[in-house]
């Protein structure tokens, strides 16, 4: 089993819905990343969090330590976000990140 | 500032071979990271250099490794190389502190024929 589970594997949305990405994991950790990745590989860090809540433009995160959950929503969507969104955790005296297997999403206008 | 930049991007080798990669990580930034992307099994830590140290070590067997200069630079590479290996590596840089965020390279393709 996989230190950090995603879901969904495959998102499909139309341009304007809310989109909400789940990520679980199994132990403590020290923070909870929000990657996106586009077509040709480039990694973009939207978020490290480790309580609370965060939002940068359209794009939310949230985090609740003692259910081991995290939640990536995007308002309004546009097709641009299409991509895969990646989840990851890194631990405390550690300075390596382990990686949800993403989630894909692609966005019709 | 400018980003990581990691060289070359697109790389072909033949098995047994070996390859070396490089990455410059964003001016100022200590800590590079390097992880390999496969259909797979996803996104992977190999290790992490600190101030020409490594650090922390994924589990990768030894024909991985890697090396960081004074600049910061850092080199990762794969000797013997076998089909598996192709791959997208990927490295990242952090600023100075345990929980800093971290910023990807665009990465370097890896075909292994």
């Known amino acids: 089993k996989n230190e950090v589970e995603q879901s969904p594997q495959n998102l499909t949305a139309q341009e304007g819905e809310f989109i909400t990405i789940n990520c679980s994991y199994s132990v403590g950790i020290s923070a909870l990343h929000w990657l996106q990745q586009h077509p040709g590989g480039g990694i973009v860090s939207l978020f490290m969090l480790s309580s609370g809540k965060k939002k940068h433009g359209r794009l939310i995160a949230t985090i609740n330590i003692q259910e081991k959950h995290s939640s990536l929503h995007i308002t309004a969507s546009h097709p641009r976000d299409s991509a895969v969104y990646i989840c990851?955790?890194?631990?405390?005296?550690?300075?390596?990140?382990?990686f949800g297997a993403g989630t894909r999403l692609t966005v019709k206008p | 500032k400018a980003g990581v930049t990691q060289t070359p991007r697109y790389l072909i080798k033949t098995r047994g071979q070996q390859v070396t990669l490089s990455c410059s990580p964003i001016s100022g930034h200590r800590s590079v990271s390097w992880y390999q992307q496969t259909p797979g099994q996803g996104l992977q830590f190999l290790f992490e250099y600190f101030s020409e140290t490594q650090r922390n070590k994924g589990n990768f067997p030894g024909r991985f490794s890697g090396r960081q200069f004074s600049n910061s630079r850092s080199e990762m590479n794969v000797s013997t190389l076998e089909l598996g290996d192709s791959a997208l590596y990927l490295c990242?840089?952090?600023?100075?502190?345990?929980?800093?965020?971290?910023?990807f390279g665009p990465g370097t393709r890896l075909t292994v024929l």
């Open positions: 990851a955790v890194s631990y405390p005296q550690a300075n390596d990140m382990r």
């Open positions: 990242a840089s952090r600023g100075a502190g345990l929980y800093n965020e971290q910023f």
